[in-house]
């Protein structure tokens, strides 16, 4: 890890600890804040980079169980005022010590200049006391058992690293076993995958220019358009060329299942009722070969801003961008939409893999407010289609209330019926397709039809 050298690996423990403390300080992505450090820092070191996300990622994933050993030995970690930076610090050498199986001596010399620099009188811990623990750590992993046996919801919980009410629904949705299978395939890596965009280039150019780069790729087998990185380069995939130039885009498989699903054409009127940063809106323009036209709706200004970044880097002329609310969007008399896509806004449970943090912070009341922004807007969808047209649900979501269950009650309520279709890559599931983790991230996808004017 972080080079072979004691400076080296003090310097990339530090950075991680920074950008972990940042995390939790301020409720941000761990990429957001990572790469906010990292270029503030105006030195290129991919190294550092590369391995600071991963050991921020693979710490967080493990804070539950990271946090019980740390509470057994050095309880006062988790008093209120204490320091944040050495909290951080503490969870990552627990990590290392006990999933890498490094030695405690290993650990305190890396840590040693860190704690004499940062250790301030008032931080109420002595380097003593950061040494001491480390070694309990060690003593305590080799004779305890650490995990309770008495309850299988609660050791499901330190064995795949999920909050207890998370284990306990998919317990009872899927039954022990596949809810374990389910859950430990949240800690496993998920691939890179590249949309290719075909309005400036094609599958074949760029996986030649990218091995120029030294990344390597394969051909999706169910998607035209998708690459799957199975060797990365020395530098990011975003730092090559064409990733800069808007050959092609990073994008997981399953949300470029939408668009396919979507299957616009290029005579479409089709809207994007929530389209920020652009993703999925650039792709439809794809499928329309830059005709046709696209509305592109945002409530968040910034975010908007970004559709139009994308749509000038991957040469997409046929969409106009439109901040706004999607729930209340009016449009003036005329020609209605054929299509509309709708990938709302929601507990992004399918992406654990690679925000590891954003299952610590959800409770299941944001999965009931997510679920009612969701009808809301699909409500609003509904009333905007014309009869006959198509609606697109997509949600990067694990829960049935985010899927499945959203999809009855709105069939019962308006007018409108699934449409049912094969669709490659995808499992077929009630209402729809599901993607699951470690391929892809876990993806909700729904399509219905409208078959009459809505009665009020
Ligand atoms: C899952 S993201 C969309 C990602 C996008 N489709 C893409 O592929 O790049 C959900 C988006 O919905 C937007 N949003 C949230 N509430 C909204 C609302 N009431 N109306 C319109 N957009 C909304 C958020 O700002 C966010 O950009």
């Excluded at 921020?56 to 988790?78: G, Q, S």
């Excluded at 005022?81 to 010399?109: C, M």
């Excluded at 704690?115 to 070694?135: A, G, N, P, Y």
Aim: glycine residues 6%; charged residues 30%.
């Amino acid at each position: 890890m972080f080079g072979k050298k004691i400076g080296d690996l003090s310097k990339g423990v530090f950075f991680t600890a920074k950008v972990l403390s940042k995390v939790e300080k301020t409720g941000s992505s761990i990429r957001n804040v990572l790469y906010k450090e990292y270029f503030e820092r105006g030195v290129e070191d991919y190294k550092l980079l590369k391995q600071a996300l991963h050991f921020a990622l693979e710490t967080t994933r493990r804070y539950n169980f990271l946090d019980h050993i740390i509470k057994i030995v050095l309880p006062k970690v988790f008093d209120e005022d204490f320091p944040l930076l050495i909290k951080s610090l503490l969870r990552i050498a627990t990590y290392q010590i006990v999933f890498l199986k490094e030695k405690p001596e290993d650990i305190a010399n890396i840590l040693k200049p860190l704690i004499l620099i940062k250790l301030r009188k008032s931080d109420k811990i002595s380097k003593e006391e950061v040494f001491t623990h480390l070694f309990k750590v060690e003593s305590l992993i080799k004779k305890e058992k650490i995990i309770p046996e008495t309850n299988y919801v609660e050791r499901l919980t330190y064995t795949t690293f999920h909050p207890e009410w998370i284990c306990k629904y998919f317990i009872d949705l899927l039954g022990l076993e596949d809810a374990e299978k389910l859950l430990q395939n949240n800690n496993l890596q998920k691939p890179t995958w590249l949309r290719v965009n075909t309005l400036l280039s094609n599958r074949k150019n760029v996986a030649s220019f990218l091995r120029e780069e030294g990344v390597f790729i394969e051909f999706d087998e169910d998607f035209p358009d998708v690459l799957r990185v199975i060797e990365e380069g020395k530098k990011p995939v975003t730092l090559s060329n064409p990733y800069k130039k808007g050959l092609v885009f990073i994008q997981d498989k399953a949300s470029c299942a939408a668009a396919h699903i979507l299957d616009a054409k290029p005579e479409d009127f089709v809207i994007d009722l929530c389209a920020a940063p652009g993703m999925k809106t650039t792709h439809i323009a794809q499928f329309m070969k830059n005709m046709g036209f696209v509305l592109a709706i945002d409530i968040n200004y910034y975010r908007a801003k970004m559709i139009k970044k994308n749509m000038k880097k991957s040469g997409v002329k046929n969409v106009e961008i439109l901040c706004t609310d999607g729930r209340i969007l009016k449009l003036k008399p005329g020609k209605k939409p054929d299509k509309i896509l709708v990938d709302a806004p929601c507990s992004g449970s399918g992406t654990f893999q690679t925000h590891p943090e954003e299952k610590w912070r959800l409770t299941p009341s944001k999965i009931e407010k997510y679920a009612l922004l969701q009808e809301n807007l699909l409500s609003s969808a509904i009333n905007l289609v014309k009869v006959g047209g198509e609606i697109v649900f997509s949600t990067c979501s694990l829960f049935l209330e985010e899927g499945e269950e959203l999809i009855t009650k709105i069939c019962n309520k308006y007018s409108v019926e699934v449409v049912e279709k094969e669709v490659e890559g995808g499992k077929v599931v009630k209402n729809g397709w599901r993607f699951y983790p470690p391929e892809t991230k876990g993806f909700f996808i729904s399509k219905m039809r409208k078959y009459a004017e809505q009665k009020s």
